[in-house]
């Protein structure tokens, strides 16, 4: 049996969509959300990008399958006209985005060569009823392809109080809202559940070192940590205190100016087949 149960009315994607959360996720391109699954994409694919948030990798991934069809679905009214301005400033016309439901896309059987998500599964309460969608809308031959972080991974240095405050007070939030934090580690075992005949997996990392790339991701959490709708559920759910997620801001802070920073944050991987 999966590890979550049926949708509840519990289930809040943790993040939310401040503009320190979609900082990171405009990010993401197919080079470095989703290399694993390139040497499946070829021109003429039909693609369903399910939680596609902002349309980073959706607009890359059509690019890279035109003159094939490719639909970004996402259950945010807000982000999904992000998403449509993002297609149109870079004059992508094989793109789709609507607003929908991961767990009944209301799309046919057998309808997308590729059905992909990105940091999606994470965040549902039910990541095998939503793989099961996946493969039901995926054609005969095609594939499922998922990637989803771990945080109990994470590795970071020098570490501090704040930031370990931060590592369980993510655990303890995300977890409020319904989701597994956790989630690169289970990929397989979910495909497995959902009925793949096939599941290959593999791994990579996400490594933020340069005196760049602390500072942007540092940065981020900086903000993030105070003003994001996980800040609010932090403090309305009684686990933390203002005083706390200034603790953990000020700790990214320091993080982000110390040249000796370094920070991995592990992903796990499938392509799903069958």
């Known amino acids: 049996m999966s590890e979550k149960s049926a949708p509840s009315d519990e289930e809040r994607y943790t993040h939310g969509h401040h503009e320190s959360v979609l900082r990171s996720h405009t990010w993401r391109t197919v080079e470095n959300s989703a290399g694993y699954l390139v040497s499946s994409i070829r021109p ?150 959902a009925g793949f005949a096939t599941v290959q997996s593999s791994a990579d990392i996400w490594c933020f070192a340069s005196d760049h790339d602390r500072d942007w991701w540092g940065g981020m959490w900086q903000t993030r940590v105070l003003e994001s709708a996980f800040a609010g559920d932090a403090i309305s759910k009684g686990l933390a205190t203002r005083a706390d997620l200034q603790q953990i801001s000020d700790a990214w802070r320091d993080w982000a100016d110390d040249s000796d920073g370094w920070m991995g944050m592990p992903h796990g991987e499938v392509l799903a087949r069958g």
């Not at 945010?76 to 149109?88: F, G, H, M, N, P």
């Not at 996946?134 to 704040?162: E, F, I, L, N, Q």
């Open 44 to 193: 003429g694919l039909s693609v369903l990008d399910i939680g596609c948030g902002p349309g980073t990798i959706t607009v890359d991934l059509a690019r890279r399958v035109a003159p094939g069809r490719v639909i970004g679905l996402d259950a945010s009214a807000e982000v999904i006209a992000k998403a449509r301005t993002l297609a149109d400033d870079e004059g992508v016309d094989t793109v789709e985005f609507v607003v929908g439901d991961a767990y009944s896309t209301g799309f046919s059987d057998d309808s997308f060569d590729i059905v992909h998500a990105h940091q999606t599964l994470q965040h549902v309460a039910d990541p095998v009823a939503v793989l099961r969608e996946m493969r039901r809308v995926m054609k005969p031959g095609g594939v499922v392809a998922a990637r989803d972080v771990d945080y109990a991974g994470t590795m970071v240095y020098p570490t501090s109080p704040g930031l370990e405050r931060w590592a369980e007070l993510y655990q303890q939030v995300h977890r409020s809202n319904g989701g597994e934090p956790d989630a690169g580690r289970r990929l397989k075992a979910w495909a497995r559940e």
